[in-house]
């Protein structure tokens, strides 16, 4: 404690001091510390070393206090992008990502990225300064007041309140606890201003700070559910391997990959869990993923959940007799959509450690029939796509400038991709190869709008390494403001803007003399919003004023945009999701005359 600011005993118990005075009852001095030294020593005590949020009251000090004592803090222009940031943060590191929000509406903002990080089980805390608790709970009109801590309870794992100077070790170790073991999700912390302010004897504020042991323990699979799970597979003549978010998150790649090279089972990686094995791995089944999905006979889930994603696991996009068999940390997942013949409870890497140990005496071999039929249907899929990647028409389409992308991220395969949007989404994710693991940030489990620049700032900080942000304009309009903060940082960020000039495409005619409600501004000049910061601007509108100007944005590793012109006509309506567009009656039939 011995670089602890001292704390006059005045009235004000947040004036910051270097040096001791009396005490106004004249007693001896003791050092003193308060509740925003006691958050930061219990951050650094339990290795977090990064804060994302926005600075105001109450909470302005915090982040100056995290700051001079050698945490890392961002420092955004909206909350929900530094929630967003927190979020893939503990998606990348298995620590939470930490998010801190002022009171009320600052919060409030906060709150969609945590309830995003839940759904998509990444752990996180957000940590909020709110109002004065006595005002708050008669409503009687404080400045930002809001029940915050009931607020975030529907969202969030758990949601806490510290209510005394002396619990914010204790809290901040649960929170922590909370978010990372079992299931990952988001945690709120609500500190009330007047507990941040709050002075306590500086030697039993240290006490009071603890560093959580183990906080994610490993959770074994019961043998028996190992054995079972062998046998679904060992029998199978088609089996298949789905990788999840969840398996990418667990960092257990080598067993993983030991697991699928021993037994030679196709894989198809949910989009997060591209690059968990190589995109261009044999056993990869990404290029025939309707085939795979539809034929196999048994599969086995890990990390991924059978929701709409996955179509639920059902008939007729699946095959009506596939056996499912799944590998999850939470129990309650099994049976949510599809029986589970083998359910595997426990950590991705002891469950994966102990089916590899098992192919010891249960070895899996599957149908050449089987891969030969992915294999052709993968070649064909893969002609197609080379096919429609190497047309250059004016102006440009998805297809082409994506191409272009791709031809620059093959060079560079360590670069963290970011991807959002509609039709920029559904045809990046299929264009564009991920050679590593946890290199692939997206709208992921709630297809949500807006990750992208809080995504992309994450990736940039928490890795060091240079991130592309492939973006719909729409989508890109969601955080945009961002750009600033990646200027500001000097962030090696560059974002792609698929400018098609509207939502989904930019060509509808409006029915009356305003816009159409899909329609944006084709001519927007996005590059211009990096430059207005200091970053690099590009504008292309060929693939390869495209792949140069990637190429050249990545060599300086430095903040850029690059606005993309696409023809207005290019892109379909809700991409790849046509299908969940509610379409009224009214609309689908012809009107019948009452005459029938
Ligand atoms: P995707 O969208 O890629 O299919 P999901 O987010 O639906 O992935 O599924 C991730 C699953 O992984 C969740 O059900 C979650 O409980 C599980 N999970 C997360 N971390 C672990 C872990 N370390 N071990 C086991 N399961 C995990």
């Known amino acids: 404690m011995d670089d602890r600011h001292r704390y006059t005993r005045s009235r004000d118990m947040t004036t910051l001091s270097t040096s001791s005075t009396a005490a106004p009852d004249g007693s001896e001095d003791a050092p003193l510390t308060d509740g925003f030294h006691l958050v930061v020593d219990a951050l650094k005590a339990n290795d977090i070393d990064t804060i994302y949020g926005i600075v105001g009251i109450p909470i302005t000090d915090l982040a100056r206090v995290a700051q001079a004592r050698g945490m890392?803090?961002?420092?955004?222009?909206?909350?929900?992008?530094?929630?967003?940031?927190?979020?893939?943060?503990?998606?990348?590191?298995?620590?939470?990502?930490?998010?801190?929000?002022?009171?009320?509406?600052?919060?409030?903002?906060?709150?969609?990225?945590?309830?995003?990080?839940?759904?998509?089980?990444?752990?996180?805390?957000?940590?909020?300064?709110?109002?004065?608790?006595?005002?708050?709970?008669?409503?009687?009109?404080?400045?930002?007041?809001?029940?915050?801590?009931?607020?975030?309870?529907?969202?969030v794992k758990a949601s806490y309140r510290v209510d005394r100077v002396e619990d914010i070790g204790l809290a901040i170790a649960r929170a922590i606890r909370t978010a990372v073991s079992g299931r990952p999700g988001g945690v709120y912390l609500d500190i009330p201003g007047a507990v941040l302010g709050q002075a306590m004897d500086a030697a039993q504020g240290a006490e009071s700070v603890w560093r959580v042991?183990?906080?994610?323990?490993?959770?074994?699979?019961?043998?028996?559910?190992?054995?079972?799970?062998?046998?679904?597979?060992?029998?199978?003549?088609?089996?298949?391997?789905?990788?999840?978010?969840?398996?990418?998150?667990?960092?257990?790649?080598?067993?993983?990959?030991?697991?699928?090279?021993?037994?030679?089972?196709?894989?198809?990686?949910?989009?997060?869990?591209?690059?968990?094995?190589?995109?261009?791995h044999r056993q990869s089944a990404a290029a025939a993923r309707s085939v795979a999905i539809a034929r196999a006979d048994a599969v086995l889930l890990v990390g991924a959940r059978l929701n709409w994603l996955l179509g639920h696991g059902?008939?007729?996009?699946?095959?009506?007799?596939?056996?499912?068999?799944?590998?999850d940390i939470a129990a309650s997942e099994f049976d949510s959509n599809q029986p589970i013949v083998a359910p595997l409870a426990g950590d991705i890497g002891s469950v994966m450690f102990a089916l590899r140990d098992g192919l010891a005496a249960r070895p899996i071999t599957v149908p050449t029939e089987w891969t030969d039929e992915l294999a052709e249907r993968r070649a064909r899929n893969d002609a197609k796509m080379t096919e429609r990647r190497a047309e250059n028409p004016h102006p440009m389409r998805f297809y082409n400038a994506l191409g272009a992308i791709r031809s620059v991220l093959q060079a560079n395969p360590d670069v963290y991709v970011v991807n959002e949007g509609a039709n920029a989404l559904d045809l990046a994710r299929n264009v564009i190869d991920m050679e590593l693991p946890r290199h692939r940030l997206d709208t992921g489990t709630w297809g949500v709008m807006g990750i992208g620049m809080g995504y992309a700032i994450a990736a940039a900080v928490e890795t060091g390494r240079p991130v592309?942000?492939?973006?719909?304009?729409?989508?890109?309009?969601?955080?945009?403001?961002?750009?600033?903060?990646?200027?500001?940082?000097?962030?090696?960020?560059?974002?792609?803007?698929?400018?098609?000039?509207?939502?989904?495409?930019?060509?509808?005619?409006?029915?009356?003399?305003?816009?159409?409600?899909?329609?944006?501004?084709?001519?927007?000049?996005?590059?211009?919003?990096?430059e207005a910061f200091g970053g690099k601007g590009y504008h292309v509108t060929t693939p390869a004023e495209l792949r140069a100007a990637l190429a050249h944005a990545l060599?300086?590793?430095?903040?850029?945009?690059?606005?993309?012109?696409?023809?207005?006509?290019?892109?379909?309506?809700?991409g790849h999701l046509a299908s969940l567009n509610p379409t009224s009656a009214a609309n689908r039939k012809p009107a019948v005359s009452a005459g029938g």
């Not at 592309?468 to 309009?477: M, R, T």
């Not at 606005?563 to 290019?570: F, I, M, R, Y």
């Open 468 to 530: 592309v942000a492939i973006e719909g304009d729409s989508a890109f309009g969601f955080s945009g403001m961002e750009i600033e903060t990646i200027c500001r940082y000097r962030l090696p960020v560059t974002v792609v803007i698929l400018n098609n000039g509207g939502v989904y495409r930019g060509d509808e005619k409006p029915a009356g003399d305003s816009p159409a409600p899909t329609v944006l501004n084709a001519g927007a000049r996005h590059e211009l919003l990096a």
């Open 72 to 155: 890392r803090y961002i420092g955004f222009r909206q909350e929900t992008s530094a929630g967003n940031a927190a979020a893939a943060a503990g998606f990348l590191t298995r620590r939470p990502g930490v998010c801190l929000t002022t009171s009320g509406p600052g919060f409030l903002n906060g709150l969609p990225a945590l309830a995003n990080a839940t759904t998509n089980c990444f752990p996180m805390i957000q940590i909020s300064g709110s109002s004065n608790r006595a005002l708050v709970d008669l409503q009687r009109g404080d400045y930002q007041d809001l029940d915050q801590l009931n607020a975030a309870r529907p969202f």
């Open 213 to 280: 042991i183990d906080p994610a323990p490993r959770q074994l699979p019961a043998p028996e559910a190992v054995d079972r799970a062998l046998d679904v597979l060992a029998r199978a003549r088609r089996p298949l391997i789905v990788l999840g978010k969840g398996a990418a998150y667990a960092q257990a790649d080598a067993v993983i990959r030991d697991f699928i090279e021993s037994t030679g089972i196709p894989f198809l990686p949910m989009s997060m869990a591209k690059g968990l094995l190589p995109d261009s």
């Open 555 to 574: 060599a300086s590793n430095g903040p850029s945009l690059i606005d993309c012109e696409l023809d207005p006509s290019a892109g379909v309506e809700s």
């Open 314 to 327: 059902e008939s007729p996009q699946w095959a009506a007799d596939a056996k499912f068999v799944q590998v």
